[in-house]
């Protein structure tokens, strides 16, 4: 099988501390973001997808990409959701902040999940 192009290089043997979980956000759900998250799901690490800050140039490429990465075992979220599960509690010193900017970000309309 041949190398995906994908955003994600192998940090083995550098010496580098490679996360077990990251959350991608970008362009071109059915091709960067895709490619990316199928290689994270086979190094082992767990893979958030914020639907809302991922696009493509047609909704059918962004939901085939959302779906197969799901299907693949990416978790889908939404950056509002990722904010608050880094915050925690109402007690983190930037949660009155970062709730402030969600409500003034938040998109009239939203994106379809898929």
Not at 5 to 33: M, Q, Y
Not at 48 to 75: E, K, M, N, W, Y
Request: net charge negative; proline share 3%.
């Amino acid at each position: 099988m041949s190398r995906r192009r994908s955003l994600w290089a192998s940090e083995e043997g550098n010496g580098s501390t490679v996360s077990s979980a990251l959350v991608l956000v970008g362009l071109e759900a059915h091709v960067c973001i895709q490619q990316t998250t199928l290689d994270l799901l086979e190094a082992g690490i767990n893979v958030h997808l914020c639907v809302d800050a991922i696009s493509s140039q047609s909704p059918t490429d962004r939901a085939c990409g959302l779906r197969r990465s799901s299907d693949a075992g990416a978790f889908v979220t939404s950056t509002e959701s990722v904010c608050f599960e880094l915050m925690r509690s109402k007690d983190h010193p930037n949660f009155k902040a970062i709730s402030n900017a969600v409500k003034e970000t938040r998109a009239a309309e939203p994106l379809e999940y898929f």
